[in-house]
Every structure is written in C-alpha cells, then in structure tokens.
C-alpha cells in the first residue's frame, strides 16, 4: 500500500484514508438519520392526513353541493389533495345519474381548470399526473388538453395521455388517438391504445367500422383487434361486410359480433364462417355458434367436429355436448361422419359434462340392434380417448 | 516494487472499485425505483387484470418431493390475481405421495393433449389435467436429477406467450403476476424477461399459504440473509437492470418469453445455477442476432422463498450459488470483451469474473498479504486500522443503502424496531459473516474443480412451520 500511503501527505494533512472514513461515516449518519426522519415525517403526514379525511368526509354532502365554499377547502394543499381524490374516485364509480354533481364540484371548485392548466404547461411527472387525473375526471372539456398530450415528443407523456383518454371512457376521447393512429403519429405501445380504445369506444363500436375500412396494415389488425371485442349486433348489416373482410382479425372479429346476434343472417354468416381458411375464425365462428339458440346450427357444428384443426373440432363438440334433448340423435350423426377424431372429441366432451351415463343408459334400455351397435361404438370410443391420452404421454417422453 | 506491496496496493484498489461500483448501482437502483413508483401510479391493476388483452401466463412449478406443500402452494397459485393463468405442476419422479395428493385433491384424469418436445427432456410418464380445476395440468416425468430438465418439461407444454418458473415451495404474492407484468406491458417487443424480488420468508406469519405479517427472523444467520437479499435484489439488479445488463433472473421468481427460451434450448439441463445460464444464454442469442431487447427487473413484485437456518446448509447453498457462476462464466468466457456482445460483453461479465468469481480469491491473497505486511513490518499498524475501518465503514454504507431502498419503496418491515434490528444488523455483517461467505464460496470453487456439481440437501423448516406473530 506504499503508493497509497505515500499519496496520502498530497492531500492534505487529514490524509485521503481519514477522509474516505470520515465520508463514509458522515454517508451511514445521513443515511440514518434520513430512514429516521423519513419515518417520523411519514407517520406525522399520515396521520394528519387520517384526520383531515375524517374531518372532510363528515362535511362531504355540503362540500359536494356547494354549501361549503371550495375556497375553505381549496388552498390548503393537503385538504384540496383530499378532496380532489375523494372526488376522483368517486366519479370513477359513479353511475351516470350520480356523476353530474360531482363534476360540477370538481368544475366549480377550480380543481378542473388547474389540472387542465398542469397538463397543458407542466412537464414531467406533474404533467403526467395531471394527465391521467384528467382522464379519471370523464369530462368532455378533458379531451383537448389529454389531446394534445398525445402529440408531446416524450414518450412516456404520450403514454399517459392515451391512458388518460382511455380513463375518460367517451367516445369522443377515441377520436384523436384514431385520428393519430390512421395518420401514422402516434408512438405509444400497442397495448396501451387497444385498451384505451376498447374503454372510449364501448358504447359505440360502430365509429371504428370507417377507420377499420381507412386503414391497411398492422394499424388495420390493431383497430380489428379491438373491433373484435367490442363488435356488437347492434353493427346491423356492416357485420355482415366485416364477415366478407379480407383481413381474418375482421372477419373473427365479426364471428364473435354474430355470437350475440338473433337476425335472420346470422346462422347462414356463421356458416360461412365456419368454413373460413382461418383456424382462429374457424373456432371464433363455432364458439359463436355455441352462444345462438338455433337448432339449424347442428348441422354446421357437426361439419366443423370434422375440422382439421383440433381446438375447432373441440369446441364443436363442446357446444355440441350442450344440446340436452337431442344428443342421442347427435351422437348417431357424429358416428354417422367416420371421423374418429370427431367422435374421440365429442365423447371426451360428453364425459367431462356428465352427460355421457343419461345416454349409455339411454342406448342400454332400448336394446335395438342399431342401438347395441352405437353403444360398441361409444365403449370403443371411450377407450380410445382414454388409450390416445396414455398415448401422447407415452410419445412425449420418447423424445 | 515487493510482491506484498503489489498485493496490498491491488487489494486496496479492488476493494475501493467494488464498493464504488456498487455505490454506483445503488444511486442508479434509487433513481430506476422512483420512477418506476411513479409508472406505477399511473398504472392502475384493475385495468391490467380487466383488459381483454392481457396475455395469458403459465405458471410453471418443478415438484420433487413435495408431497407436504404441493396441494397447498398449487392452491395459491391457482388464486394468484390474473386473468388468464395457466398451471402447470412438473411432478419431477417424485418418491413421495406428490403425485398422489395432487390427484385426490384436484381429481386429476390423463389429459389428451398436444404436447411437443422441443426441448429433449427425460421421458414423460403421463399428463394430467384436473376435471375441477381446467387451468391445472400435471406432467409426471422420469427424474433427470436436474430442476433444469423439469421446467424443460413445462415449458414445452406451455400454451402462453410467457412463462413464469416458480419453486414448489415459495409463496407469491396475489398480485405478484400482475405486477410483473407490468414490467412486460411497458414495452412488449422489447421486454423478453422480467425478474422480481425474492424475499426472506423465515420469520414470517404465514396461513393458507399466504404472507400474514411480516416479520424479521429471530436468527442472526437469518437475518444477515435478509440483508444480502435486499442488497443483492434493490441494489445489484436493479442497478444492472438500469443498464440492460441483467445478468440473472432468480429461478424462484421470474418471467421469460416462451419462444425465445424454446429458442435458446431452454434451461440447461445439467447448468449448477440454470437461472444464471439461461440469462447469460438470453443476452448472447440477442445480441448475436442484433435484436432490440431489454432483460428487466420489477422491484415490487414478490416471492417469498425459505433461506437456511443453520449454517450448514447456508454454506452448502453458497457454494452451489459460487459453483453454478463458474459453470456459467466458463463456457461463456468467449463473450469477454467482444464487440458483439456490447456492454455485456465488456461490462456484467468482466465484473462477474473479478468481483463475483475472483473475489474469495483476492480477499483470501490479500488478507495473507496484509498479515505478512504487517508482521515484516512493511506496512504501518495506524494505517491498517485506517484501511479496516474504512472497508468496513464503506461496505456498512451499501448495506444501509439497501435498507433505504426498502424503506423507500416497500416498508415490509413495518414496525421501528424491525428497521432498527435491520441497521443494527448492517453494522455486523461484515464481520464474521462476510468471511465465513469466502471460505464457503472457496469450497464452492475447490468442488467445481473437482468435478463435484452435486446441489446438496437443504434443511428446511416448511412454510406450515413459520410460527405466527
């Protein structure tokens, strides 16, 4: 350590060992007395920030509706902190009958204003909070200040900004982060918008079908995306152009829709659907089919308990297996089809609903010739799901 | 210039550079957790666990041996807060009634489903899903003798984008999944794996598998391990983290990429530390293809995992933990300082190798060193008790860092008197604990040479047996 050592004099007569320990011990004071303060800082915040709770909450309904001026309230940091939470959480669950006076609190108290203000000009954190505080208040007057939020050269900015509108839930919040989206100007991450875009655009799915039309690309996969779970048949007749759609998201998109859809083309779009190139719209289409209350779909699901694709052929059989009174008939026709895979599907799909004893034991009372025949099918059947099961175990150990 | 003045001027720098690079990390690790405290407000769970389009998650648990915590963990597991969870429990050819409690507990039946091997794993005996539990399926395999060849197993039969591999006998917290999802949902194409934090269970009150209170152990041994913990997770990764250069995602607790891990070949069947090696695997297979990516590490998400309670098995794990880095260094040794493999390559590794790998070494040389100094009278007694005290004042100041940085994020030790025994404890762990770590991670080198890459017993307590309050 000579060099050490005798570099020591260089620094001064405290030597740079003494003063490294001297930093150091000065470092763990600092760092203790900061865990101590911090502590006693905290608890004294809390509770007096307990007791402002209390105090404000007993004065709520009077807050609310005016009868306490917001300007007893208002500028005391830690009281307007309180209440502007209060109120936020508030109007988040709020029904729409309850919320107009609490947004007319929030107006009238400033508390609106400021945040738009804070949005509009601060940066940073303060910006983002404000931002997303803007977004839990679902004011209309909230959107072209979250808007502009959007085009901020911060990423993180633009993040809370989509969140925000997201928060709003109105369809009018959709329109800007749409307008960006179709123009190409907004970076933000895609699972970011789809929610926000599921949240604002809910109550009306139908303003997405144009931007969906305007669009190519992967913009047009996300809208679809988000069209597909919020596609309602409510879409009237456009369903039916969004089951036509060259892009199979859109078309799944519709599957889904026509799922909860009672008009005279829904069970000839499902069909078609059902036989899409697609697996995914494929099984869209059939689990579509399981939700429609029409005994015509029989056919189509028998078609699609044939399907290549194993989770289609599954989930035919799995609303197949639903149909109570008419699974005897349903059994004869599957077995009619000679597909093993089929007939493997629905059993195992009988046995996990139960209903698989009601018709053996309905098959083992008749006693016709055809009957004892379709038993020694299903008993064949039974054990095969059972032997293809040990099976594949079998084959995935072999590798 | 004498061998001893290299030796102890050497020793000095090593010892100034490692605290100093820590001390660097902890200011990183204290800036990355303030703004991810402030993301998180931004962030509201609700919304993850209602979007449509959160991505599914498999759970994946390797059990061997289990039988008196498998029914009771799955359980939890089942109620973790996601919306789309998946478990699968790898039954690793248990001897115990593992098997057996899973099925009379969960009425498991031999599943028919796809599975596809594209990670060679040791053969498979049956898979079982549970009629009253869908999200649950059992693999029973053959045991490879190795966790690695189990999660293998696991994955290749995952159905979800993301993995997340956890130990039979940990306990998650019910938001926990969500949490580190989070870390993913920041940024999906880029994020291909996310560690979170693994705590100190001991000492805990835990019912039904979940954390009642926490508490501090009573245990010096144990406390001294909630320390390094909190230092080794708040400080070390996070700060590494910061800088994209993660270099371990705990195999306790952590979420991957299904593909990508397909990709890499999985975990590596006979790797002593396999969380380490795959990690090390990810940033070589990334940077080799010139992708854009970011190995992450989310501070709140959290696994409570049993630590050792006798010193036997603390130091038996700490020479496995010291013997699974070397084999990880040593066939990566190719990565040091090659362009391609950037900041890893020039930065993680070479700080892997001399202040993780080399370090028992050079403390051992330079406490000789120091001895023989002091007795040729080479080296001034003022200005030894100067160097001892500053080495342990400055190490104390990163282990209170750590406490800090629990203090500002977490408060899990809530009561004073916790935080107290936490920082009274600081102040002891650099003496004797910390050299009973060398000799330990000395053995762990010794073993590795000879060839010796056994795991070794660990003597638990069982999570049932943490007492209440």
């Keep these: ?399 | 210039m004498h061998f001893l003045t290299i030796s102890n001027d050497t020793l000095f720098v090593y010892y100034v550079l490692s605290n100093v690079i820590y001390l660097g990390l902890l200011v990183v690790a204290i800036f990355k957790n303030t703004r991810h405290r402030h993301r998180l407000g931004s962030l509201r769970l609700e919304l993850i666990k209602a979007s449509p389009f959160t991505p599914p998650i498999t759970l994946i648990v390797p059990a061997h041996n289990e039988e008196r915590s498998i029914v009771s963990s799955v359980g939890a597991l089942l109620g973790l807060d996601y919306p789309s969870l998946e478990v699968i429990v790898v039954n690793d050819g248990s001897s115990d009634m593992t098997l057996e409690k899973l099925r009379e507990s969960y009425h498991l039946q031999i599943a028919r489903i796809l599975y596809i091997a594209d990670i060679a794993t040791a053969p498979l005996h049956a898979i079982y899903r549970s009629s009253i539990e869908p999200r649950l399926f059992v693999l029973d395999k053959e045991a490879a003798g190795s966790k690695a060849d189990a999660i293998n197993a696991g994955i290749n039969a995952a159905t979800s984008p993301y993995v997340c591999v956890v130990d039979a006998d940990s306990i998650l917290e019910k938001e926990s999944l969500v949490r580190i999802m989070a870390g993913v949902f920041s940024d999906p194409g880029r994020v291909v794996a996310v560690g979170g934090i693994v705590r100190v269970l001991n000492g805990s009150r835990v019912v039904g598998n979940q954390i009642e209170q926490v508490r501090l152990p009573k245990r010096p041994i144990e406390v001294m391990q909630v320390i390094e913990y909190l230092r080794a997770f708040l400080i070390g990764r996070e700060g590494w983290a910061g800088f994209n250069m993660l270099p371990i995602i705990s195999g306790a607790f952590g979420v991957f990429q299904r593909d990508l891990v397909k990709q890499v070949g999985g975990f590596r069947t006979h790797a002593v530390g396999e969380d380490l090696d795959l990690v090390i695997r990810m940033h070589r297979r990334l940077r080799e293809e010139n992708r854009p990516y970011h190995i992450n590490f989310i501070p709140d998400p959290t696994c409570w995992t049993e630590v050792p309670t006798d010193w036997k098995s603390l130091a038996r794990q700490r020479a496995r933990w010291h013997k699974g880095l070397i084999d990880t260094l040593w066939p990566n040794r190719d990565m040091l300082f090659r362009a391609r493999f950037g900041r890893v390559g020039w930065l993680v590794l070479p700080y892997m190798w001399i202040f993780e790998f080399f370090a028992p070494i050079i403390e051992l040389v330079g406490y000789t060193t120091i001895i023989l100094a002091l007795i040729q009278g080479m080296l001034s007694a003022s200005f030894f008790l100067q160097f001892l005290l500053f080495g342990y004042a400055f190490a104390t100041l990163i282990s209170i860092g750590s406490v800090l940085l629990e203090e500002m994020t977490f408060r899990r030790y809530g009561d004073w008197r916790e935080v107290a025994r936490l920082l009274i404890y600081c102040l002891f762990e650099h003496f004797p604990y910390r050299q009973l770590t060398m000799v330990w991670r000395l053995q762990g080198i010794w073993q590795y040479l000879r060839g010796d890459l056994q795991w070794g017993e660990m003597k638990r307590v069982g999570i049932s047996a943490h007492p209440p309050a």
């Design chain 1, 1 to 399: 350590m000579e060099f050490v050592s005798s570099s020591i004099p260089q620094v001064g007569p405290a030597g740079l060992l003494l003063r490294a320990i001297l930093g150091s011990l000065l470092g763990i004071c600092f760092l203790v007395g900061f865990i101590v303060l911090r502590r006693w800082y905290r608890a004294r915040y809390f509770r007096r920030r307990n007791e402002r709770t209390v105090a404000l909450r007993s004065w709520w309904d009077n807050i609310v509706s005016g009868k306490i001026s917001a300007l007893d309230w208002r500028f005391d940091p830690l009281d307007c902190d309180i209440v502007e939470s209060i109120l936020l959480d508030n109007i988040e669950m709020s029904t729409p009958e309850k919320l107009p006076p609490l947004l007319d609190c929030f107006r009238i108290s400033g508390l609106l204003d400021m945040r738009i203000y804070e949005a509009r000009n601060s940066h940073g954190w303060k910006q983002r909070t404000a931002l997303l505080a803007l977004g839990r208040t679902r004011a209309a007057e909230a959107v072209p200040a979250l808007a502009e939020g959007l085009d901020s050269r911060l990423r993180e900015t633009r993040i809370a900004a989509v969140r925000g509108l997201g928060r709003t839930a109105i369809p009018e919040a959709a329109i800007p982060i749409l307008d960006r989206i179709v123009a190409g100007h907004l970076d933000a991450p895609e699972r970011s918008l789809k929610n926000a875009l599921v949240n604002c655009c809910r109550s009306s799915p139908g303003m997405l079908v144009n931007y969906v039309a305007e669009t190519q690309g992967p913009v047009r996969e996300l809208l679809a995306r988000v069209l597909g779970e919020l596609a309602s048949p409510e879409l009237g007749e456009e369903l039916l152009a969004l089951a036509a759609d060259p892009l199979p998201e859109v078309r799944a998109s519709a599957a889904r829709a026509l799922g909860n859809s009672t008009t005279s083309y829904t069970l000839p779009a499902l069909h078609t659907l059902a036989t899409d190139p697609e697996w995914f719209v494929r099984l869209r289409a059939v689990v579509a089919l399981g939700q429609v209350e029409n005994l015509g779909k029989i056919r189509i699901l028998l078609h699609a308990v044939c399907d290549v694709n194993r989770h289609v052929r599954q989930r035919a059989a799995w609303a197949l297996a639903r149909m109570e009174p008419q699974l005897e008939q349903i059994l004869e026709d599957v077995v009619a089809t000679k597909d093993e895979y089929a007939l493997q599907a629905f059993i195992s799909e009988l046995e996990r609903s139960g209903a698989i004893e009601k018709i053996i034991g309905a098959l083992d009372g008749s006693g016709t010739c055809s009957q004892t025949a379709l038993m020694e099918v299903v008993a064949g059947a039974r054990k095969s799901v059972e032997l293809t099961g040990k099976a594949a175990a079998a084959a995935a150990g072999a590798h």
